[in-house]
T-cell receptor, first 112, second 110 residues
């Protein structure tokens, strides 16, 4: 079974803090994705990566950056957290040549 | 721009009362249509992928179908444990990222 894990289920941070969200997948998938999910807005793509050290902007990249130093790990970085980044963050991965994405359990982030 | 619209937003059924959820889309060059189930506070769980009009897939009480303009998720004799939000998503053209609909929140009452 595909397993995607996220480092934290819940996080509480202060405005201005630098926040790291970690995602690890164990299926040797090339593609990895970060989404945020908000009531009424659905899932929106922040960044994605097709390979190690590669990254591409999604629909809402402002205020975020990413890092992919190893194939199995994709990190989302909030350089200076703001209250409007309070959200559920979801990581996903997929195998090259397929589009089926498998999701992690999510990290619920609260920025005070 | 690709668009995915799901209806209804919410659906309440009695246990055993069959129904269908709708996912209509506008896209140039559909590559795949995906259905996910999401329980509260959890990540989406993959259910089905459909690639071409006329295709159908089944899993337990769920059956997904695809036409050129929409997809249906049919739920036969649902049970309370089928209660969840069902998400539809698609990929198109050369893009590998999913475009999601806003979901249908299904509640099955015992």
């Amino acid at each position: 079974d595909v397993k995607v894990t996220q480092s934290s289920r819940y996080l509480v941070k202060r405005t201005g803090e630098k926040v790291f969200l970690e995602c690890v997948q164990d299926m040797d998938h090339e593609n990895m994705f970060w989404y945020r999910q908000d009531p009424g807005l659905g899932l929106r793509l922040i960044y994605f990566s097709y390979d190690v050290k590669m990254k591409e902007k999604g629909d809402i990249p402002e205020g975020y950056s990413v890092s992919r130093e190893k194939k199995e790990r994709f990190s989302l970085i909030l350089e200076s957290a703001s209250t409007n980044q309070t959200s559920m963050y979801l990581c996903a991965s997929s195998l090259v040549g397929t589009e089926t994405q498998y999701f992690g359990p999510g990290t619920r982030l609260l920025v005070l | 721009e690709d668009q995915v619209t799901q209806s209804p937003e919410a659906l309440r059924l009695q246990e055993g009362e069959s129904s269908s959820l709708n996912c209509s889309y506008t896209v140039s060059g559909l590559r795949g249509l995906f259905w996910y189930r999401q329980d509260p506070g959890k990540g989406p769980e993959f259910l089905f992928t459909l690639y071409s009009a006329g295709e159908e897939k089944e899993k337990e009480r769920l059956k997904a179908t695809l036409t050129k303009k929409e997809s249906f998720l049919h739920i036969t004799a649902p049970k309370p444990e089928d209660s969840a939000t069902y998400l539809c998503a698609l990929t198109s053209g050369s893009a590998r990222q999913l475009t999601f609909g806003s979901g249908t929140q299904l509640t099955v009452l015992p």
